[in-house]
């Protein structure tokens, strides 16, 4: 299915490891037996092409092509503008599709679960769940009532009505119907073969690993007699991440999923007897039924593990086989712990003898015990019907609800003496906890014959914690919070079964005080409801016209069918070497040694490229501080790239790789934390008058990783004369792409050309690093005189590359009783990593955006870039801002802690008011920042919702909710793309044709943010032609040189005034023909311009320049923005982008889980040029926000090595983070005069926003404080995870917690930060 065998293009790699959904393609077979087809989504990255035998693939080029017929799932998702930079989106269809051959008309909640498996990191998922939607039975209106209106019927009364609003950015009436007759039917040739052929063994030899698929449980258990350590694979989700990952090598491999015993399904007198090979979802279907099928008191089992398998892995996982998870007995399985906890049997063969055992057993002894032997296979699993008296539960908490791995999770069951509260039997079994599940066996023992009550509770939480020992944390999981959530799910077992014994005898069991109920409901993904705003254009305008509409992605359609072609896509080049980076395993070390000699002898291996081999500058200066191509004698953190292999595939060259031996001697110090560090430059400063001290703080923020779906991506082609060079490049710059590979080969910048198509995703990462493995590459290929492809796996994208930088703020806020504040003094510490890159920006940024909405008039503020020896951190959309926001908003909440008053008053009171200037002097005219925040206020119905979340608080007690509503102000300047590193200007170059057709190229990169589309957009108004009639084909340094970075916003603004400036020209050009024909059509035009020039003639005449057209944008505007850093003042800026945020959430206290509710945003972006691309930037940011500032945490271990390491650890928000209802506003009349047409820049505003969310959870946890009478004062860190929200819900668990812990280290120091 990949490129390099079939040439499908369209199934994406995006981790390699099951997680992030990008390679989903739809599996169907054929079981003759019931004359079924069963068609499932599966992850290609794991899935063994031996498994496949019989089976049919899709992959999304079956569903439809621009070639023969689009799918209406393709249509609907690029129409609903659910595709930004395309590389998720081929796997998005292959969910929905799925889905759809199974349920043509599903209900919201299948469709939500099929997307739960698929990442997103551009569109914030809204846009794509529009397009579900359309093909779901239930109404699509958004079912909001706070205003006493639906979405439908809002559009009267959200504006002035003088304004024409529009809520719609897509129209349904374009959809073709979902016709399900017209599918791709199973390919007979397979139906044929299913019921002709007679199964028999099937074996396959590849290089190095045989593959052997026996068809009876005979043959199976001969083979494991003769094959004791070969692993059965099923799904492959087990074995295929050691294998890939981890290097273990399997020589035989053997698949048991053909053979009839281990797929039964059986129900006895007793119980289900489901086999080992039957897949999740399967399972979870089975259990459906079976609860909507029998008594209630005889589910209470199937309930509780269907309660797991909702929520274990995405629909791609549920898809893989039972027995592997039970069998492979890890700590993180979710259904051991609950399965063994409810007495389940397996059912076990060898050769010559099945025996049945407890399942609880296999966990006796720890994970490596004998219970089951090398020659044994799982059969089948036996899961009992539930008793009269008993209750059964599960639970589990995850660093996100889906799609991950848990923390800790847990399975419980208490039988009791009949009509009693006397315990007869308890199990408690724990995962997440230890290598594998446990049993509390003494705890339950102790407690049998006790009454179901409170002392019991209480004893049961203090043994608990005493049995179950945690080791010290490895991988940088928090022991505490641990066994914290292992007492807190047994309270919460304990409510749950109080409950149903005041339900089974009400009069003898109290059950639990009302205000404890809520806390018995999990939370549940539900499809959002989402309403988007914005201005429609001016009835004078033409239809022609296309600025100001909601126009699709010019390159939609094909993200959604797979012809779009990223890097990894293109065809390989004769002759073309893969290159795999041996980096660095040490933060700060000498190289004493490099051992190339095991890897050159490995199979395909070509070279090993070191510093030696690069032919000029290894190193860059672009301040005092190198950054560095190859190491040279030393390393500086885990992951630096000491030297390259490169071999004829890209399996040879990693097995190479990991061949390379290279010695190291430590060097002092190793610093990976702020504290310790030293700096790049003195400090920078504002220095102002500060006048009072009232309150002191200090926040940690932790960094981010770009998580870009297209990991870093490049193909060097030598070209073989004059030392040219073409470099296809997943880029935001290709001018320093090319400066700097130029400069690595010793040839000038004319040698070298860069291209770029798409990117899939960028968001600040794909400069300066993509720069440097460029020149890897570069190098290679300059070397071997071949082509050379650079396609970083994710988990070296991680290690190598830095992210955002983490910041650690230490403040004082000085302020009056009535919330006044007169002065703050912040000091940010950044942690900018072991080079420069832009880390001194960065901080500059964050100092002069560090007031956000607020006048402070005594303000100082310094910021250190601290070295450390961690991968360089990089530019990361916001620049800084999302960082130095959320100090602010930080302090801001600590004067309303002081001064009772609330946070939003503290907002309005110190919120810039009338014309006034900015810290550093600059004039600044907030009115559109009061108008946003107004609006956030009446449209989120701000003052009725806080009334009744008090409410909620009041009548709930482990439940709370929370509402913050914060403004922005994000400056936007042409100070990044002006600064040195990015030298340069926008420019685009426009090409008419003979035949009036139209070639557009500009300097910005299409990364997903619609900059062509909007570009076309422009070309189109300015030429005044349709937009079919102009292409855009790609950006290239041949096209257009020297262009400034697609950073800070800035492309659509600098690269749109120059396609019109280009545009105008031309059409000047043009005016006498038009002036004498003025009735005539522009291909009329055309032919009579072309018909003055001889044609042959038009690249070398000097008429040529009647059809091509430069056009050039130097600055915005003649804007001069500058920084005196001396004075402190400056105008740094061009304008202004105001926003409002409110954001409302609900907290789990038990276990610090929390669901985002509602939030509602406000926005000026000016006049639209595109309201669909910039809703879904505002969207896709303000996710992003969600998953900076609540979930995504970087976990190193003392020695400086990443942790998290791919969509397994790290955790991007998914389907079910995004608000529950979400809605987006574009102010409207707002007009700015500064940037084309009126519009303003708005790709990385939308992020800050996204904290809204991080001061609901902190109102929440508040309200928990005061509730419970704690300290008024507490501090809150970012990302506020689950943990972190436990932590400070103190209750008496947390406290039983820390009691055992009396006089420890504390274990999670936060590295990194
Ligand atoms: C991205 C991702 C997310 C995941 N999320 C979750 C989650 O949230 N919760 C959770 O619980 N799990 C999760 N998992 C784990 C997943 O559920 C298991 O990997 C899966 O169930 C194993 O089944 P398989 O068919 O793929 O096993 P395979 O990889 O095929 O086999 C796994 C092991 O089981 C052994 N085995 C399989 N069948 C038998 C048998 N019949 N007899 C004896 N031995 C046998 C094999 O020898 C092998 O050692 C996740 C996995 C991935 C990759
Ligand atoms: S590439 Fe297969 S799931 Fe990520
Ligand atoms: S559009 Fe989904 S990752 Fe870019």
Not at 600 to 626: C, M, Q, R, W
Not at 719 to 741: N, R
Not at 1204 to 1231: H, N, W
Request: glycine share 8%; with cysteine.
């Amino acid at each position: 299915m990949t490129t390099f065998s079939v040439c499908l293009t369209g199934t994406k790699y995006g981790c390699g490891g099951g997680g992030c959904g990008a390679c989903t393609v739809m599996i169907s077979t054929y079981e003759p037996a019931s004359k079924k087809i069963r068609h499932y989504s599966a992850n290609a990255c794991l899935l063994p092409i031996c498994s496949l035998y019989g089976a049919a693939v899709t992959t999304v080029e079956g569903v439809g092509s621009t070639k023969t017929r689009i799918h209406p799932v393709q249509e609907r998702l690029a129409k609903c503008h659910g595709s930004q930079c395309g590389f998720c989106t081929p796997g998005m269809v292959m969910s929905i599709y799925t889905l759809l051959r199974n349920h043509p008309e599903p209900t919201s909640e299948q469709m939500i679960a099929a997307l739960a498996g698929n990442l997103c990191r551009c569109t914030g998922y809204r846009p794509i769940l529009d397009a579900c939607k359309t093909f779901c039975k239930e109404s699509i209106c958004c079912q909001r009532k706070a205003n006493g209106k639906c979405c439908l019927d809002q559009e009267d009364d959200l504006f002035d009505n003088k304004e024409k609003v529009s809520t719609s950015l897509f129209s349904t009436d374009e959809f073709q119907p979902l016709d399900p007759t017209q599918e791709l039917i199973f390919p007979p040739e397979l139906m044929r073969m299913a019921e002709n052929q007679p199964k028999r063994t099937l074996v396959f030899h590849g290089e190095r690993v045989t593959w052997i698929s026996p068809v009876s449980l005979d043959e199976l258990l001969d083979l494991k007699i003769a094959h004791p350590k070969a692993p059965l694979v099923v799904g492959n989700t087990g074995v295929g991440p050691d294998v890939k990952f981890r290097g273990v090598f399997h020589p035989v491999l053997i698949a048991p999923a053909r053979i009839p015993d281990l797929n039964v399904l059986k129900y006895t007198n007793d119980g289900l007897t489901l086999g080992a090979a039957c897949s999740l979802s399967l399972v979870k279907d089975i259990l459906t039924n079976a609860i909507a099928e029998f008594p209630e008191e005889k589910t209470r089992v199937f309930c509780a593990v269907l309660q797991q398998l909702r929520t274990l892995g995405g629909e791609q996982i549920r898809n893989v086989s039972f027995g592997g998870n039970i069998i492979s007995r890890k700590s993180t399985s979710d259904l051991n712990p609950v399965l063994a906890a409810s007495n389940c049997m397996l059912n076990l063969a060898s050769r010559g003898q099945k025996r049945q055992i407890p399942m609880s057993d296999i966990f006796a002894d720890g994970v490596g015990n004998n219970t089951i032997t090398p020659e044994e296979v799982l059969v089948s699993i036996h899961i009992p019907y539930s008793r009269k008296g008993e209750y059964v539960a599960a639970f589990r908490q995850a660093p996100r609800r889906e799609n991950a791995l848990p923390i800790t999770n847990a399975g419980m069951r208490v039988l009791f003496e009949e009509g009693t509260d006397i315990i007869k039997d308890l199990s408690i079994f724990y995962g997440g906890a230890v290598l594998t599940t446990v049993c509390a066996k003494q705890t339950c023992q102790t407690l049998t014959g006790r009454h179901w009550n409170e002392q019991m509770l209480d004893e049961a939480c203090r043994l608990v914690l005493k049995e179950i020992a945690l080791p010290g944390s490895t991988d940088g999981e928090n022991v505490d919070y641990k066994k914290t959530l292992m007492v807190s799910f047994f309270y919460r077992f304990f409510l749950e079964v109080s409950q149903s014994l005041k339900t089974m005898d009400p009069c003898h069991f109290p059950g639990i005080p009302m205000e404890y109920g809520s806390v018995l409901k999990d939370f549940k993904t539900r499809m959002p409801q989402s309403i988007q705003i914005y201005q429609d254009v001016g009835p004078s305008q033409s239809p022609q016209d296309p600025v100001g509409r909601p126009v699709m992605h010019q390159s939609g359609i094909k993200h959604a069918t797979g012809e779009a072609v990223y890097i990894d896509d293109l065809p390989p080049v004769d002759g073309e070497l893969f290159l795999a980076a041996v980096t660095s395993s040490r933060a700060h070390a000498k190289i004493v040694s490099i051992d190339t000699s095991e890897a050159l002898k490995g199979a395909g291996v070509f070279d090993v490229i070191t510093v030696h081999d690069v032919p000029a500058a290894n190193e860059f200066y672009f301040s005092d501080d190198p950054e560095i191509i190859f190491a040279r004698n030393e390393v500086i953190c885990v992951g630096q790239i000491v030297c390259a292999v490169v071999a004829d595939s890209d399996v040879h060259a990693k097995q190479a790789a990991a061949k390379v031996k290279i010695e190291y001697e430590m060097l002092e110090p190793v610093i990976l934390t702020i504290e310790f560090s030293g700096s790049f430059l003195p400090s920078i400063s504002l220095s102002y008058n500060c006048v009072f001290l009232i309150r002191s703080g200090e926040i940690c923020i932790g960094g981010q990783k770009h998580f870009y779906m297209e990991t870093q991506s490049m193909l060097a082609v030598p070209k073989g004369e004059d030392e040219e060079m073409d470099l296809y490049v997943s880029t935001q710059h290709p001018a320093i792409i090319q400066e700097m590979v130029a400069a690595s080969l010793g040839v000038p910048a004319n040698r070298i050309m860069c291209h770029v198509k798409r990117v899939g995703g960028a968001f600040g990462g794909k400069i300066l690093r993509t720069g440097l493995l460029a020149s890897v590459a570069a190098v290679a290929a300059n070397k071997t005189s071949r082509a050379v492809r650079l396609i970083l796996s994710r988990e070296d994208d991680m290690v190598i590359t830095g992210g955002r930088h983490p910041f650690i703020a230490k403040y004082k806020v000085g302020f009056m009783n009535d919330g006044r504040i007169t002065a703050v003094d912040a000091k940010y510490y950044v942690n900018g990593g072991c080079t420069p890159d832009e880390s001194v920006l960065v901080a500059e940024v964050s100092l002069l955006k560090i007031d956000n909405a607020y006048k402070i008039p005594n303000l100082r503020c310094w910021a250190y870039v601290c070295k450390t020896n961690l991968p360089s951190n990089t530019a990361f959309r916001g620049f800084g801002f999302p960082q130095s926001g959320l100090v602010t908003e930080t302090w801001i909440t600590d004067v309303a802690d002081k001064t009772g008053l609330s946070p939003e008053k503290i907002r309005e009171i110190n919120m810039y008011k009338k014309n006034e200037q900015t810290h550093f002097k600059q004039k600044l005219d907030p009115q559109n920042l009061i108008r946003c925040w107004n609006e956030c206020m009446e449209k989120s119905a701000y003052c009725s919702r806080r009334t009744a979340i008090n409410e909620f608080n009041k009548q709930n007690y482990w439940k709370k909710r929370g509402i913050a509503i914060v403004p922005m102000k994000f400056p936007f300047g042409d100070l990044l793309t002006g600064k040195a590193d990015h030298q340069g200007f926008a420019a685009a170059l426009v090409h008419i044709y003979t035949d009036g057709s139209v070639l557009l190229t500009h300097g910005g990169i299409e990364m997903g943010q619609g900059i062509h589309t909007k570009m076309i957009q422009v070309a189109s108004r300015e030429l005044n032609i349709p937009m079919s009639s102009i292409h855009f084909c790609e950006t290239s340094t041949t096209t257009v040189p020297n262009a400034c970075a697609s950073i800070g916003s800035a492309g659509t603004d600098v690269n749109g005034m120059a396609v019109k400036d280009a545009c105008q020209t031309l059409l000047k050009r043009l005016q006498p023909i038009i002036k004498k024909n003025p009735t005539g059509t522009w291909n009329d035009w055309i032919a009579q311009a072309v018909s003055k020039v001889c044609a042959y003639l038009l690249c070398y005449n000097e008429n040529c320049g009647q059809f091509s057209s430069c056009g050039l944008c130097s600055s915005i505007r003649g804007y001069n923005e500058y920084m005196d850093w001396e004075k402190g003042e400056g105008h740094p800026f061009t304008y202004f982008i105001f926003g409002a945020a409110c954001s409302e959430v609900e907290i789990n206290c038990l276990t610090g889980d929390h669901k985002n509710l509602r939030t509602d945003i406000i926005m000026d972006i000016g006049c639209s040029i595109n309201p669909a691309v910039d809703i879904g930037q505002i969207e896709g940011a303000f996710v992003q926000g969600i998953g900076l500032y609540t979930m995504e945490e970087l976990k190193y271990s003392s020695e400086g090595v990443l942790y998290t390491r791919g969509p397994d650890q790290y955790k991007i928000p998914a389907v079910c983070d995004i608000p529950e209802q979400f809605s987006v506003s574009l102010l409207s009349s707002s007009q700015n005069p500064y940037a084309i047409y009126a519009s303003k820049g708005i790709g990385e505003a939308g992020f800050f926003l996204g904290c809204s969310v991080f001061f609901a959870l902190r109102d929440a946890v508040t309200s928990v404080r005061n509730e419970r009478g704690l300290k008024k004062t507490f501090a809150l860190n970012s990302p506020l995870t689950a943990e972190q929200i436990r932590a400070n819900c103190a209750d008496a668990f947390t406290e039983m917690v820390r009691e055992g812990e009396e006089g420890s280290v504390p274990v999670n120091i936060k590295v990194g930060l």
